[in-house]
């Protein structure tokens, strides 16, 4: 069984993981909506027209707003071969984009959403989530002990785990002038890093690494402790080359980069491309990401979309995301289909020892948002 031990299961994945678009590219059955995370804009070849969007869908017709990849034509032929249900994907690049369309009339056209945990909290607060009606699921006992009752949704009573993740360090060994094992790295070799290290753009994970860097919690709400991880990050300003969450692959892989702040997928999958290359967890912690599924309260077709979650807890299905996305999933069934080379992966599955340092990102008071926000700008702007 894989280690599953965060403190606290509510994380965020504001602008995160990077995925191979081109399998994504010509999927049969799908309309994609400018499927890269890294992209922007509308009306692109192969997205959903305003009138495709606001159609009512038939009992035979399901809508899905989601991350980029997390479907291809094949997961989704055969969904369909099992229940006859046509399913339309479209697809967002950040939590914030997914939750300013679910606010509009366009986002009434969707049965099944894909927000990250911690926007899983604050769209029950909005009250935008359909209560699950366990009675209609199948399969919610196979997921992993920690994701029965996660902090951010007790008891999954508005929306079930599909897939999780870390955030740490990639690097080409060759390229650093010591083992890497933590943050402590980037602060103690800002001379030898000298603007050939690159960090996630985003304020939370930033500040997180550096808040956890100096003894405190990701999530820390004390004026002090941000402060003082802001002062750390203006030391390490001469090793940072950039702020970026994508389009930091190539410049790690052909070496202008010696180190990069990255999601767990996104570093998992350069590794496939560029062996060479290897991911940790920091071991002072880092945070925990996980991504979900939940109908919303004005889904067309909620039916369907118990069909799609019952779908995707099949161990099966599970199991073949893990093996394309290289994305670690919280349904143990699914875990114990997966080769013995996965399953010891500690990039996947880290060990307890690790997770038992990581933290979820959770929703902030707003006095204390604006306060990482004033120091965010500061940083990123000098």
């Known amino acids: ?35 890269a995370r890294n992209l922007s804009g509308s009306n692109a070849p ?28 094949e997961l989704l032929k055969n969904f369909k071969d099992k229940t006859g249900i046509q399913a339309i994907v479209e697809t967002f690049d950040s939590n914030e984009a ?23 909290e604050e769209m029950i607060k909005m009250g935008m989530l359909l209560p699950l009606d366990k009675a209609r699921l199948k399969g919610t006992e196979n997921l992993m ?38 943050w402590d790295y980037v602060w103690d070799n800002v001379d030898q890093l000298n603007r050939r290290l690159s960090m996630i753009n985003d304020v939370r994970e930033v500040f997180g690494a550096t808040l956890r860097y100096l003894g405190y919690s990701y999530n820390s709400t004390k004026a002090s402790e941000i402060e003082a991880a802001y002062e750390k990050l203006l030391e390490l300003k001469p090793a940072i080359a950039t702020f970026l969450t994508n389009g930091w692959e190539d410049q790690l892989a052909s070496g202008d980069l010696a180190l990069s702040m990255a999601y767990s997928q996104d570093a998992l999958n350069l590794i496939q491309e560029s062996p060479n290359l290897k991911y940790i967890v920091p071991e002072s912690g880092s945070s925990l990401w996980t ?34 996305l290289k994305i670690s999933t919280p349904n143990q069934a699914a875990y114990e289909k997966l080769s013995s080379d996965l399953q010891q992966n500690e990039n ?20 204390v948002t604006e306060l990482y926000d004033r120091y965010w700008t500061q940083l990123t702007s000098t």
């Open 1 to 35: 069984m894989p280690p599953t031990n965060p403190q606290n299961f509510s994380v965020s994945a504001t602008t995160r993981r990077r995925f191979l678009q081109a399998s994504a590219a010509a999927v049969s059955g799908i309309v994609l909506s400018n499927c």
């Open 46 to 73: 192969g997205t959903a027209s305003p009138e495709q969007t606001s159609s009512s869908p038939s009992d035979s017709t399901l809508r899905i707003f989601t991350w980029a990849n997390y479907t291809d034509d």
């Open 98 to 120: 997914m939750l300013t369309k679910m606010q509009t009339g366009a986002g009434k056209a969707y049965s099944i959403v894909f927000p990250s945990d911690y926007k899983v």
């Open 145 to 182: 002990q920690n994701w029965q009752n996660p902090g951010y949704d007790p008891d999954n009573t508005h929306s079930i785990p599909a897939v999780w993740g870390t955030t740490g360090l990639i690097f080409d060994p060759e390229k650093v002038s010591s083992e890497v094992k933590g």
């Open 291 to 324: 991504d979900t599924m939940v109908i919303p309260k004005t889904a067309p077709n909620p039916d369907a979309a118990y069909e799609w979650i019952n779908f995707m807890l099949e161990p099966e299905n599970s199991a073949r995301l893990v093996e394309r």
């Open 348 to 367: 996947l599955f880290p060990s307890k020892a690790v997770l038992a340092k990581c933290e979820g990102i959770v929703p902030l008071p707003s006095e």
